[in-house]
């Protein structure tokens, strides 16, 4: 019995000490960005509630028009799914969209304002909102 109590007091110290080394929250380059866009989504709409993921799925699949007739939707270019590869107009490959897919989507800010503001306006013939910004990554991150 005494040989039990000290294997239990021995789990739970371990546990303790195993569990008071960990962050309460790991937050990385993808997260951050993801909460930038939130911030930046609040202050454009006080109404703003959150992300969809479904909203991004259908940003993905729209042909809106306004841009260029070439690349008249984002499937256009990276594929009909985000976890297949795309290939450019000029013919190079792109890898797929899908964070499930490449791992090291999204966590590079500089990287994904550039992409946005590209092929925003190559699809929409603007930039996007940060809402929409927001509802693709989270698209993309639940794929």
Known sequence: MTTTLARCLSLSLSLFLLLGSVPARA???????????????RAADPGFAGF????????YK????????D??????????????????????PIEPM???KVAHRYTDPEKVNKWFSRNCQSVLGRECTPR???DFLAYMLSQ
């Open 62 to 69: 729209a042909r809106p028009g306004g841009g260029k007739p």
């Open 71 to 92: 690349t008249p939707a984002c499937d256009t270019c990276h594929g009909a799914t985000p976890q297949t590869s795309g290939q450019t107009r000029a013919g190079k």
């Open 98 to 100: 899908a964070v499930s």
């Open 52 to 59: 969809s993921a479904a909203r991004g799925a259908a940003f």
């Open 27 to 41: 937050e990385g380059p993808r997260e951050r960005i993801v909460a930038d866009l939130a911030a930046q989504a």
């Open 132 to 134: 929409e910004k927001g």
